[in-house]
Nanobody
Framework: VQLQASGGGLVQSGGSLRLSCAAS????????MGWFRQAPGKEREFVAA????????YYADSVKGRFTISRDNAKNTVYLQMNGLKPEDTAVYYC??????????????????????WGQGTLVTVSS
């Protein structure tokens, strides 16, 4: 499967953006999907994840209550709605897909090395 992230841009603090991750090559209905981000000089970190049927969602504490992950398997697309953006949210955001769970989703959703497929990233810049 190929993943294409889009929707990044420059936004003022408090603003909103919606990121999209469009998949091609295979249907993602059998994939757990996640969003990760990497800020300059920092390690990649987990942001949000959604199970393959959309019934389970997880968020990093830093974005809980502000970001919402969703998926539309009919459109083969995953979304990240980001509200109340802060300068510390500035990063390159990557979507990722996990087809083969090494163990339960609840144990692995935040592990970047659990995900086999990665998009190219989209830059989000939040100005203060």
């Amino acid at each position: 499967v190929q993943l294409q992230a889009s929707g990044g841009g420059l936004v003022q603090s408090g603003g909103s953006l919606r990121l999209s991750c469009a998949a091609s090559g295979q249907t993602i209905s059998s994939y757990d999907m996640g969003w990760f981000r990497q800020a300059p000089g920092k390690e990649r970190e987990f942001v949000a994840a959604i199970s393959r049927n959309g019934g389970i969602r997880y968020y990093a504490d830093s974005v809980k209550g502000r970001f919402t992950i969703s998926r539309d398997n009919a459109k083969n697309t995953v979304y990240l709605q980001m509200n109340g953006l802060k300068p510390e949210d500035t990063a390159v955001y990557y979507c990722a897909g996990d087809r083969i769970r090494s163990t339960t989703f609840s144990a692995t959703y935040s592990w970047w090395n659990e995900y086999e497929y990665w998009g190219q990233g989209t830059l989000v810049t939040v100005s203060s």
